[in-house]
């Protein structure tokens, strides 16, 4: 680790002053929790000369149910968001998966909005700096060439974040608010691009401020789960969150999203050529052919690609035989 560098922290109050904030100082970041961040400012990774705090904005703290559905802000901790009885009940996929964050401090401290706007990861890119500037850096920082694909000018780097997908499955919207102070509500797939280097939509000052879960789905049977090295504490090598409800044996409604296989955590195409079938084992094992298809991990862990392809479809496929039974 390197010494903590010089930077002003800022703690405003309100959104709207730490969206102005972000897009008006020079090189500055939020951070929430701080628990990936300050661990990527340790690293050198990060070199803000300013951070923009945003646990002191008390309007993004809370979890409110209405006749649209769950509305779950930003500053949410994931404990409260994983110990929360209306998120347990009505979108379980969710609170499993913020249980299976990281370890129990970080899910004390990490918020729904750090986790979904999580930095992509790779073996080349989250090392101190001694280790990155020994392999003359790579492209997502500083570098000439990507040590996983050498060939290309891509960035492969994954999207490790846990929540994004059980999210997913659900249709989540995001509320953002701009520097501007206008506030826009869209899909939460549409805060990612298929891009490592640059992998969120998001413009300098646009502070993701709430998550909406619909009510219409409400109740739908789902679960998350992952492959990681140390069960105890890390970030998912593959994960997948499904969404199931079965009508007279036959599925009747069927979501898949993935984490850690891309760049950005990613809906399964094609999932919905299962309803109106039953789920024997013929279409348990079609599912899983295709959740490995559209998962494209690469060399960005210690653990080869082929085999967090191949977890990634028996996790869809258990979690479908699972809620299915
Ligand atoms: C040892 C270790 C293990 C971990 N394991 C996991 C794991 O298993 N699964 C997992 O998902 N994560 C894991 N993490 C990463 C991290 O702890 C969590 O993702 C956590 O939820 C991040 O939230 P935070 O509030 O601490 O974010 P921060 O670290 O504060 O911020 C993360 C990023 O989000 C941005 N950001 C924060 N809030 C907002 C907002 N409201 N709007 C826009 N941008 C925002 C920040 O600028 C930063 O780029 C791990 C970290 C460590 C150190
Ligand atoms: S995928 Fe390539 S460019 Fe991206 S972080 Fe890894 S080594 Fe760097």
């Given amino acids: 680790m390197e010494f903590m560098p010089d930077f002003k922290l800022h703690r405003p109050a309100t959104a709207a002053e730490a969206a102005k904030l972000r897009a008006d100082t020079e090189d500055a970041l939020f951070v929430a929790g701080g628990t990936d961040m300050l661990v990527n400012v340790r690293r050198g990774i990060e070199q803000p000369k300013a951070l923009i705090d945003v646990t002191a904005i008390d309007d993004i703290k809370s979890i409110a149910e209405d006749e649209d559905g769950l509305h779950i802000g930003a500053g949410v901790t994931l404990r409260d968001l994983a110990t929360n009885e209306l998120v347990q009940r009505d979108y379980p996929a969710v609170a499993q998966a913020a249980r299976a964050v990281a370890g129990p401090t970080h899910q004390d401290y990490g918020t729904v909005g750090g986790n979904l706007c999580l930095d992509t990861r790779c073996l080349f890119y989250n090392q101190s700096e001694w280790w990155r500037q020994s392999n003359d850096y790579c492209l997502k920082e500083r570098g000439e060439i990507c040590h996983v ?3 290309g000018k891509r960035c492969f780097a994954a999207f490790s974040g846990d929540v994004a997908p059980a999210m997913l499955v659900y249709d989540a919207e995001i509320d953002i608010l701009g520097a501007n102070g206008e506030l826009r509500r869209q899909p939460l797939t549409e805060l990612y691009r298929n891009d490592g280097l640059n992998h969120l939509t998001l413009e ?4 993701v401020t709430a998550v909406h879960l619909p009510k ?3 109740e739908q049977p789902s679960a998350y789960e992952k492959a990681r090295i ?3 504490i890390d970030f998912p090598l593959a994960g997948a ?3 199931l409800v079965m009508d007279g044996g036959k599925v009747a409604n069927i979501k898949i999203a993935l984490t850690g296989v891309n760049p950005y955590p990613q809906v399964v195409k ?3 050529t299962a309803i109106g079938k039953p789920l024997d084992e013929d279409a348990l094992d079609a599912l899983r052919e295709n ?3 559209q998962a494209k ?3 960005t862990t210690t653990v080869a690609p082929w085999y967090r392809r191949r977890v990634v479809g028996a996790l869809a496929r258990r979690l479908t035989a699972q809620l299915a039974g």
């Fill in 297 to 299: 991990p690469m060399r």
């Fill in 291 to 293: 959740v490995r298809k």
């Fill in 270 to 272: 094609g999932a919905d």
């Fill in 230 to 232: 140390r069960g105890s």
């Fill in 149 to 151: 694909a050498p060939g």
């Fill in 241 to 243: 969150a499904v969404r």
């Fill in 216 to 218: 219409s789905l409400a």
């Fill in 204 to 207: 300098p000052g646009d502070l």
